[in-house]
T-cell receptor, first 113, second 114 residues
Framework: DGGITQSPKYLFRKEGQNVTLSCEQN?????MYWYRQDPGQGLRLIYY???????QKGDIAEGYSVSREKKESFPLTVTSAQKNPTAFYLC????????????FGPGTRLTVL | AQSVTQLDSQVPVFEEAPVELRCNYS??????LFWYVQYPNQGLQLLLK??????LVKGINGFEAEFNKSQTSFHLRKPSVHISDTAEYFC????????????FGKGTLLTVNP
């Protein structure tokens, strides 16, 4: 089955540690996205990539980094510079083009202790 | 710049009652509109989308939405809800350009009570 996988489902880290969240898709989509979700805040865009080896900052990129070395993979690193990293993180992908919906992974819940 | 306002953060209803979840958007250009549903601790699933054509759009699970350009609204409706419709619903807008980004509303929690 085609889809988006995110791992792990739950992640715990100590304050001050960097952590990398995995996102893989086998839908052959060009575009991939990372969102952060906090209660009552909706989804906020962290980074997005429209093509391999290229990515752009979203609305809340500070304290995060990404890479796009392969079409199917778009890992997100939450660095120690992110002041409030505890959140639910969602990865999505879409066909590159106007009007195409985004398909979402199951999410990773990150808790920083 | 585009934005989305979901007018109700929570909507409680009884089973088999009709429901309307309200969404207003702002954009200076033509838009594409989406409704997504999220069940607890899961990703988002597309319910329906408006791209062009008929302003009444039908989606999965018996939901439909109507695009109203003059009122810049895209309200979601279902004539009779079930317990299983309890979830959070997000309205999103894309106004094109070169990046095809979606802007999401803050969500409406629909709770269906027996």
């Amino acid at each position: 089955d085609g889809g988006i996988t995110q791992s792990p489902k739950y992640l715990f880290r100590k304050e001050g540690q960097n952590v990398t969240l995995s996102c893989e898709q086998n839908l052959n989509h060009d575009a991939m996205y990372w969102y952060r979700q906090d209660p009552g805040q909706g989804l906020r865009l962290i980074y997005y990539s429209q093509i391999v080896n290229d990515f752009q900052k979203g609305d809340i990129a500070e304290g995060y980094s990404v890479s796009r070395e392969k079409k199917e993979s778009f890992p997100l690193t939450v660095t120690s510079a992110q002041k409030n990293p505890t959140a639910f993180y969602l990865c999505a992908s879409s066909i590159n083009g106007r009007g195409h919906e985004q398909f979402f992974g199951p999410g990773t819940r990150l808790t920083v202790l | 710049a585009q934005s989305v306002t979901q007018l109700d953060s929570q909507v409680p209803v009884f089973e088999e009652a009709p429901v309307e979840l309200r969404c207003n958007y702002s954009s200076s250009v033509s838009v594409y509109l989406f409704w997504y549903v999220q069940y607890p601790n899961q990703g988002l699933q597309l319910l329906l989308k408006y791209l062009s054509g008929s302003t009444l759009v039908k989606g999965i699970n018996g939901f439909e939405a109507e695009f109203n350009k003059s009122q810049t609204s895209f309200h979601l409706r279902k004539p009779s809800v079930h317990i299983s419709d309890t979830a959070e619903y997000f309205c999103a807008v894309s106004s094109g350009g070169s990046n095809y980004k979606l802007t999401f509303g803050k969500g409406t929690l629909l709770t269906v009570n027996p």
